[in-house]
């Protein structure tokens, strides 16, 4: 089926269109300049520029793949998990597309969007398949027998997800936002083994992860150098960092496979951009006989893409579709893949 994917949960206006597990196009707008002076996503802000950006989106979208409204099997939407706001801009403007066009609406969860957009590049998940999503609101580990419906949560965090931990470091070290990339590039010049920061939860035998006793000891080391007026190593506080999460991140996610019999680990959401974590999970899947699937760093974080793939793949499951009625939900549980 050709399917065009909404995705407005935060400050991205993602508009993608597929057809089965073939990409066609990934427009997106996106509204990060204007909270990089706040250090954060400011949900107002966020929403009125999806207001502006949708229509010219959908337009670039169907324009890079050459194709029309008309031709759209289904429109499907992130109906949450999300900034309740930005969420309901995405949710009104497929309804306006469904209705009009009279083609059926899928409103879907963006985390499953977020495992799903792999079989954009890698072709179909293997069920069952054990997931790892990390981004800016979400970490957690996921059993995924069938990614259209039956999304089964391992742990999570029970603090800061990953990408805000990134977020916050970044701050700390006067990096811009969001901090992931930045904090990436600079670990690249430092020394992972310089600094021995707090693992979180590392050894605790659950899947669950905590990274905010980890930010909070990196803020009160730069705060000591800075205080005895010593120039603080940005490139090795990084570095030293990025590899306490990734450490934990790995370490948990191959447990994962390992307890419940998955030979399959995929990782997804932003934080799954991050070369030392794509490197590290490499490394630690080869050893312990694990595939490891990760999609490229632009369908790592949030796009219209992988909410058209999920959407493709309750298409092709004969799953019914939403009601017009159908609500954002902010709070949305993993477990519901499709609203
Ligand atoms: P969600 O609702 O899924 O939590 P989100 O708004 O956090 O969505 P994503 O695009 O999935 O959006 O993830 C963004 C996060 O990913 C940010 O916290 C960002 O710092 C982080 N990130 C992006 N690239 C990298 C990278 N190379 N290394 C580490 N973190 C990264
Ligand atoms: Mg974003
Ligand atoms: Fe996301």
Known sequence: PLVLGIETSCDETGVGVVRGHTLLADAIASSVDEHARFGGVVPEVASRAHLEAMTPTVDRALREAGVTLADVDAIAVTAGPGLAGALLVGVAAAKAYSLGLGKPLYGVNHLAAHVAVDQ???????????????????????????????????????????????????????????????????????????????????????????????????????ESRERAGDPVPVADVAA??????????????IAACKDNDVSHLLIGGGVAANS???????????????????????????????????????????LAPSSLDLPADSSLPITDVLV
């Open 120 to 222: 954009l590049e890698h072709g179909a998940l293997p069920k069952p398949c054990v997931a790892l999503l990390v981004s800016g609101g979400h970490s957690s580990l996921l059993l995924v027998p069938d990614v259209a419906s039956d999304v089964r949560p391992l742990g999570a965090t029970v603090d800061d997800a990953a990408g805000e931990a990134f977020d916050k470091v970044a701050r700390v070290l006067d990096l811009g936002f969001p901090g992931g990339p930045h904090i990436d590039r600079a670990a690249r010049e430092g020394d992972p083994g310089s600094i021995a920061f707090p693992r979180g939860k590392y050894e605790d035998g659950t899947y669950d992860f905590s990274f905010s006793g980890l930010k909070t000891a990196v803020a009160r080391w730069v």
């Open 240 to 253: 030293a960092f990025q590899e306490a999460v990734v450490d934990v991140l790995t370490k948990k996610a």
């Open 276 to 318: 030392r974590l794509r490197a590290l999970a490499q490394e630690r899947c080869e050893a312990a006989g694990i595939r490891l699937r990760v999609p490229r760093p632009k369908l790592c974080t949030d796009n219209g893409a992988m909410v058209a793939a999920l959407g493709a793949e309750l298409v092709g499951a004969g």
